[in-house]
C-alpha cells in the first residue's frame, strides 16, 4: 500500500502548481474538480481458470477453474483507493488500486496437473490465489464543457499475482507455487455526462491486444475493461458513486520454467466516497 500512498501525497503537494499554471472558469463546471480522492468497496463476481505447463516435464497442465474445480469463492469484496487528478483543463491523470485474497480447502472430483504436481481424484487441496491491480492511467479531453467530457487516453494495470496449489493427502506435502506480474496496457476512451449540476454519469472502456517479449519471457493477452457509473455531488465536496466494473483478460505466458493459459473474468458494483477538492 505504499505506492497509492505516495502517489496520493506527490499529488496534492503538486496540485497548487498546476493551479498556478491553468486558472480557467471551468473549475466551476460540475465536472471540474481539480482532484478527486475515492475510496469504497467493490463486490466482484470472479472466474479463474489457469493451466500451467512445465517446460520439458512429461503431462501437459490441466485448464483449472479455481472456482469450480479447487473451491474458491465465486465472489469477493475489497477496498479500493482511486485518484483522478485534472492537471490541466483537458489533462487528467488516474490511479486505481486493488487487491483480490482468496483461499479454499476441497476434495478434487477429477485429476488435475498443475505445472510439476499431480493430484489425483479424491485428493484434498489447499489452494490459495492472490492479486494486487495498480493501474495508472493519462487521458486527454478532446471534448470538455459544462455538459460532458469526451477523453482518450492511454492505460497500464500492473497486475502482481501470487496463487499455489497444495495437494495434502497422506502421507506427503506436494505444493506448487507461482507467482509473476503481468504489466498490462490499453487504449482508454471515457464519456461523462451532467445530467444536472448534481447527478453525473460516467461511461469508460479499455481495450488492447497485446504481444510482447522481453528477456526471454512472452506474452500474448486481450484485455478489456468497463466502468459505468452514477455520481451523486451530495455536497460542495464530496460525492457518492454507484458504479459496474468489468475486467476480462485472456492471456498466454511463457518462460524458462512454465508455459501458461490465463483467463480472468472480474464484474461487479461498486460503490464509492469522493472528496473533492
Known amino acids: 500500500m505504499k505506492f497509492p500512498g505516495l502517489f ?40 479463474t481458470e489457469m493451466a500451467v505447463t512445465e517446460v520439458g516435464g512429461l503431462q501437459e ?11 474458491l469463492d465465486d465472489s469477493e469484496s475489497a477496498s479500493f483507493t482511486a485518484l483522478t487528478w485534472r492537471v490541466f483543463k483537458r489533462h487528467v491523470l488516474n490511479f486505481n ?11 478434487a472430483d477429477d485429476g488435475l496437473v498443475f505445472d510439476d504436481l499431480e493430484i489425483l481424484p479424491g485428493d484434498e487441496v489447499d489452494t490459495f490465489f492472490d492479486v494486487d491491480v495498480y493501474e495508472l492511467s493519462y487521458a486527454y479531453s478532446i471534448l470538455f464543457d459544462e455538459k460532458k467530457n469526451l477523453s482518450i487516453g492511454l492505460g497500464l494495470a500492473v497486475h502482481d499475482f501470487d496463487l499455489g496449489i497444495a495437494s495434502v493427502a497422506s502421507p506427503v506435502l506436494l505444493s506448487e507455487e507461482e507467482d509473476f506480474t503481468a504489466p498490462l496496457p ?39 475493461t468497463g466502468d459505468v457509473g452514477l455520481r451523486w455531488k451530495a455536497f460542495d ?30 464484474r461487479g458494483p461498486r460503490l464509492s466516497l469522493d472528496f473533492l477538492f
Open 8 to 47: 496520493i501525497a506527490a499529488a496534492m503537494l503538486l496540485s497548487p502548481l498546476a493551479v498556478q499554471a491553468d486558472n480557467g472558469d471551468w473549475r466551476t463546471w460540475p465536472m471540474g474538480e481539480r482532484l478527486k480522492i475515492s475510496g469504497g468497496v467493490y463486490e466482484a463476481d470472479l472466474n
Open 61 to 71: 497442465g490441466t485448464a483449472i477453474d479455481f472456482e469450480d474445480d479447487l473451491g
Open 97 to 107: 488500486y486493488y487487491s483480490l485474497e482468496r483461499d479454499a480447502r476441497a476434495v
Open 186 to 224: 490499453t487504449f482508454k476512451l471515457g464519456f461523462d455526462y451532467a445530467i444536472t449540476d448534481k447527478w453525473l454519469l460516467g461511461i469508460h472502456t479499455g481495450y488492447l491486444d497485446i504481444d510482447f517479449d522481453s528477456d526471454g519471457d512472452e506474452f500474448d493477452a486481450r484485455i478489456f
Open 237 to 266: 465536496h464530496a460525492s457518492i458513486g454507484l458504479h459496474y466494473s468489468v475486467f476480462d483478460l485472456e492471456g498466454d505466458y511463457e518462460d524458462d520454467d512454465i508455459v501458461a493459459m490465463i483467463d480472468l473474468d472480474y
